[in-house]
């Protein structure tokens, strides 16, 4: 199984800064890597698939990069809604994996 | 506009069985893989099963292989989740999902949510 690996588990960044979320694979998932967005009672939304494109609908603010085992979203200037946690997830091999998520906080 | 409705969740003691629903609608439900992935209280996500467009293949995680069993009806637009066997480990919000894209194989992405149901299990 591929262990995905999130980090920070806490990032706390200002309303209009840049924040950069990380996410590490275990083994090489090539491009088959997930974003996804989850507000408290809410269900996941999916923000980024292919590593970097973005879902119908998604801010331009939002960005994916990278492959292989490392990968980076990022929130170029945080608006009050962006405060959330945030999931990777690979879909390169069963059983598909999620990170244990960053959460996303105002400071 | 896609909408997915889970039910069947609820309170059951370890080792009793419980049946979850997912009705879907607003695409061609027959041409997506179809996903239940669940969230225990205050924890991440965790993929528990997903089914082919017309039910030929299914994958499971380990944890609830041999236990749980995924299907669907394509002609009544929906997913089922039987659980048997449970735990309390399995407690958790019990989401539907559909694929990303309409594909013969899983695309594995899930782009449209239900808001879940609850499974308890705890005696």
């Known amino acids: 199984e591929i262990v995905m690996t999130q980090s920070p588990v806490t990032l706390s960044v200002s309303p209009g800064e840049r924040a950069t979320l990380s996410c590490r694979a275990s083994?090489?998932?090539?491009?088959?890597l997930a974003w996804y967005q989850q507000k408290p009672g809410q269900a996941p939304r999916l923000l980024i698939s292919?590593?970097?494109t973005r879902a119908t609908g998604i801010p331009a603010r939002f960005s994916g990069s990278g492959s292989g085992t490392e990968f980076t979203l990022t929130i170029s200037s945080l608006q009050s809604e962006d405060f959330a946690v945030y999931y990777c997830q690979q879909n390169n091999n069963w059983p598909y994996t999620f990170g244990q998520g960053t959460k996303l906080e105002i400071k | 506009e896609v909408q997915l409705v889970e039910s069947g969740g609820g309170l059951v003691q370890p080792g009793g069985s419980l049946r979850l629903s997912c009705a879907a609608s607003?695409?061609?439900?027959?041409?997506?893989?179809m996903t239940w992935v669940r969230q225990a209280p205050g924890k991440g996500l965790e993929w528990v099963a997903n089914i082919k467009r017309d039910g030929s293949e299914r994958y499971y995680v380990d944890s609830v292989k041999g236990r749980f069993t995924i299907s669907r009806d394509n002609a009544k637009k929906s997913l089922y989740l039987q659980m048997n066997s449970l735990r309390a480990d399995d407690t958790a919000l019990y989401y539907c999902?559909?694929?990303?894209?309409?594909?013969?194989?899983?695309?594995?992405?899930?782009?449209?949510w239900g808001q879940g149901t609850l499974v308890t299990v705890s005696s």
């Open positions: 292919g590593a970097s």
């Open positions: 607003g695409f061609t439900f027959s041409s997506y893989w």
């Open positions: 083994q090489s998932v090539s491009s088959n």
């Open positions: 999902a559909k694929d990303l894209l309409s594909a013969a194989i899983s695309i594995g992405v899930p782009d449209s």
